[in-house]
C-alpha cells in the first residue's frame, strides 16, 4: 500500500472516531498498523502512533482488554525509545493496570499500578499528585481483590504522604477518606 493510500486511511480513521463510529475506526487503525508492521521493524517508535490509534478507540468502544497485545507492544517500544524512567512509559503501565482491572487481574492490575508509581515517584516526587493518584488506584485494586492489608498499608502511605505535602489536597483527602471506610 503505498503512503498516499495509509494518508488516506488514518484520514478516514479520523473520521470515523469523529463520528464515534469505534468499530469502523479500529478497524481501519488496525489496517494501518498491519501496513505499517511490513515496512517498519518491530520496535520502531513510528508504530507509536498507530498503536495509540488503536488503544484510543478500542478503549473508548468499552474493549479495553482487547487493547492489551497493543499495549505490551507499545511498552516495548517505549522503554526502548524512552528508557524506564519516562512519563510516557508509566502512562503506558497504568493503562495496561487498567485493562488488566477490566478483565480482573487484580494482581496484574496491581503490578502494573505499582510500576507507574515507582516512575512518578522518581519523576515528580513522592507527595505529587500524580504520584498520590497512581497509589489510590493500588488502594482500588486491592479492595476489588480482598487484600485489605495492601490496601490500608497503601492508604496509611498516601495519608502520609499528603500530610507532608507543600498544600492540601482536599480533593484526594476525601478519595482517600472513602476508602478509609471501605477497609
Known amino acids: 500500500m503505498s503512503e498516499a493510500q495509509l494518508k488516506m486511511l488514518e484520514a478516514k480513521g479520523r473520521e470515523y472516531s469523529n463520528h464515534k463510529q469505534w468499530s469502523k475506526a479500529q478497524g481501519v487503525y488496525r489496517n494501518i498498523l498491519e501496513e505499517r508492521r ?3 521493524s518491530a520496535n ?3 508504530l507509536i502512533g498507530p498503536l495509540n490509534d488503536i488503544i484510543r478507540v ?3 468502544d468499552g474493549k479495553c482488554s482487547d487493547t492489551v497485545p497493543f499495549l505490551g507492544e507499545l511498552l516495548s ?3 526502548k525509545k524512552l528508557g524506564p524512567w519516562h512519563a510516557d512509559v508509566a502512562t503506558t503501565y497504568a493503562l495496561i493496570a487498567e485493562a488488566n482491572e477490566k478483565m480482573q487481574r487484580y494482581p496484574a492490575a496491581i503490578k502494573n499500578f505499582n510500576e507507574a508509581t515507582k516512575i512518578r515517584d522518581r519523576l515528580y516526587g513522592k507527595t505529587a499528585t500524580i504520584s ?3 497509589r489510590i488506584n493500588v488502594i482500588r485494586v486491592a479492595l476489588k481483590n480482598r ?3 495492601n490496601a490500608k498499608a497503601t492508604l496509611q502511605e498516601c495519608q502520609a504522604l499528603l500530610s507532608a505535602a507543600r498544600e492540601p489536597q482536599p480533593e484526594l483527602e476525601k ?3 472513602h476508602y478509609a471506610g471501605k477497609i
Do not use: G
Request: proline share 5%.
Open 58 to 60: 478500542t478503549c473508548v
Open 44 to 46: 520502531d517508535p513510528r
Open 132 to 134: 498520590v493518584q497512581s
Open 38 to 40: 511490513k515496512t517498519w
Open 147 to 149: 487484600d485489605k492489608a
Open 77 to 79: 517500544i517505549r522503554l
Open 175 to 177: 478519595v482517600l477518606s
